[in-house]
């Protein structure tokens, strides 16, 4: 049975991310391995740093994997290290980067199989949007391909900083099966194994369907 699966709005490891909790709870993890790829060209490490002292307070040791260009992914030595995490973190950044880092790799087959076998795998922000089939392309709203796991469900990050006309754009290019989902920052959207969907943190999840409001029932329970 597939973990839970956690894609969230952005301003990750920050007052309010409540639902970290609850997520290390379920996986039973003794270590959080954290993925800084999005953020390659945005000081990583600071962002592994900022895991480590949340994760600490949580109780738990977290590191940070290097895996922040096309040869990182293809190794079979950090393939081996997600395979074995029981909660894997991809950080934001560039969704593009992101993307093209991971497609078609052995770290992306690794996390994959990882969550499908019960590990529990989180994506903020651009990690959540690469996580989805389509993806909307931060530089103008449009849809552009994902990485997959979750097919017909794109994601807006910071979606309580959204431009209004970033939206509008968005929503009125949405297929008519398409779930949108906007997550504000610091806020969840969590599907658990039994294939249910809720959400946690201090903001909202808005859902469309086929560019019109939705609710979490719109959300596919298989994957």
């Not at 920050?14 to 000081?43: I, K, M, R, W």
């Not at 909660?87 to 690794?110: E, I, Q």
């Not at 529990?120 to 996580?131: D, E, I, M, N, R």
Request: aromatic fraction near 6%.
């Amino acid at each position: 049975m597939a973990g839970q699966l956690a894609l969230i709005g952005g301003d990750e490891f920050s007052e309010g991310c409540s639902f970290d909790a609850a997520l290390l709870e379920a996986s039973g993890a003794q270590e959080v391995l954290v993925l800084p790829t999005g953020a390659a060209y945005e000081h990583p490490h600071r962002l592994v740093e900022q895991a480590v002292s949340w994760f600490d307070r949580l109780g738990v040791p977290a590191r940070g994997l290097d895996v922040l260009a096309r040869p990182d992914a293809l190794s079979a030595e950090h393939a081996d290290t997600v395979a074995a995490s029981r909660f894997t973190y991809l950080v934001g950044g560039s969704p593009m980067h992101l993307r093209s880092v991971l497609k078609d790799s052995l770290v992306w087959d690794a996390l994959v199989a990882a969550w499908r076998d019960g590990a529990t795998l989180a994506g903020s922000s651009a990690g959540a949007q690469v996580l989805c089939d389509p993806m909307v392309d931060p530089r103008g709203g449009a849809f552009t391909l994902g990485l997959g796991l979750l097919q017909g469900v794109a994601v807006i990050p910071a979606h309580d900083s959204w431009s209004e006309d970033a939206a509008h754009r968005t929503l009125k290019m949405s297929p008519a099966a398409l779930v949108l989902a906007g997550i504000d920052s610091r806020t969840a959207l969590i599907r658990e194994p039994d294939g249910s969907w809720r959400t946690d943190g201090v903001g909202e999840v808005a859902v469309f369907l086929g560019g019109r409001p939705a609710d979490l029932s719109a959300l596919p329970a298989s994957i």
